[in-house]
């Protein structure tokens, strides 16, 4: 067995980890919990209107001080890493981070979701120019012009979060359907530095010194068109992090569900239903079903003593 032993790991401190690590620390089970930050991809939110604790709404950047506070406040404990694998030997997870190896009885996977990409040309090379991003979390970009790909909540949401800075913001949406929340248009309608591109798919990208310009070709005229700007962010969805997990795991995780030593929670559960809410819950139900398997096994180890 790995020294570094813990009965119950948690990989990801976005609101499913906490409420789940919450939960055990008030049923007094042993655990940790492993993540590069603390709130994930909730720092990308402008305004946060559908959580009934907020009445008035919270910024994504609040919320995830308040996950710190909870931290701090329940003793919670944390490693911040880097986990690089998720693999199962022997009865037991093996996790891998860029400083150490865990290994544990069980394990709660709270690693969200990622961004997904245009997988255009161009795009690469972007983004290694530190020209695109595909989330705005630790940007602090001002006074320039940007040009968001895509039309759902998280293109609109991330606009006005950007327009705040005093940049001139372009949503550009491959079609005439707008997904995002009627809320969220009449909001982004209201900012006079948004303005949003309907029917212009993006298939390709060009960088220019320090700028970029995208394109867009008609699909029934073959009309080449293009915009320039200083920055990109691509905001055209999120799926499952499968990156950590090794295939083993994939092979077998309907197994390890049913054993219940597999744990899949908040986002990278829930990929179409993206919620802090749902993800809280998540969180707090696997808690408890650990709970409940915890003090079984409690149990049995003293009737076994007693033998």
Not at 79 to 88: E, L
Not at 128 to 155: M, R, W
Request: charged share 25%.
């Amino acid at each position: 067995m790995c020294d570094n032993y813990v009965p119950i790991v948690i990989i990801g401190a976005g609101p499913a980890g906490i409420a789940a690590a919450l939960q055990l620390q008030r049923e007094e089970i042993p655990f940790i919990i492993l993540s590069n930050d603390v709130g994930g991809c909730v720092k990308n939110a402008f305004l946060i209107e559908n959580l009934i604790t907020y009445p008035l709404g919270v910024s994504g950047v609040n919320l995830s001080e308040t996950l710190e506070k909870v931290i701090s406040q329940h003793n919670i404990p944390i490693i911040f890493c880097q986990v690089k694998s998720i693999d199962y030997e022997d009865e037991r997870f093996l996790i891998k981070t860029d400083e150490k190896k865990y290994t544990s009885s069980y394990l709660i996977l709270a690693i969200g979701s990622i961004p997904s990409k245009l997988n255009i040309s161009g795009e690469k090379i972007a983004y290694e120019d530190h020209l695109l991003n595909y989330e705005i979390k630790n940007t602090n970009i001002q006074n320039k012009t940007i040009a968001i790909i895509g039309g759902g909540d998280v293109a609109f949401d991330y606009a006005l979060n950007l327009v705040n800075k005093n940049n001139k913001i372009f949503i550009l949406v491959r079609s005439s359907n707008i997904k995002a929340l009627p809320r969220l248009q009449a909001l982004v309608r209201s900012h006079k530095l948004i303005k949003v591109i309907t029917n212009f798919p993006v298939d390709k990208i060009s960088v220019i010194d320090k700028s970029v310009r995208l394109w867009s070709t008609s699909s029934s005229s073959n009309e080449k068109r293009s915009i320039n700007v200083d920055h990109i962010f691509v905001a055209i969805g999120r799926h499952p992090n499968q990156l950590l997990i090794e295939s083993k795991i994939r092979e077998i995780k309907d197994k390890l569900i049913f054993k219940k030593r597999l744990y899949i929670i908040g986002d990278f559960a829930h990929s179409k239903f993206r919620q802090i809410s749902i993800a809280m819950g998540d969180g707090i139900q696997a808690a408890m079903k650990l709970s409940k398997i915890w003090v079984r096994n409690r149990q049995n180890k003293r009737e076994n003593l007693k033998l």
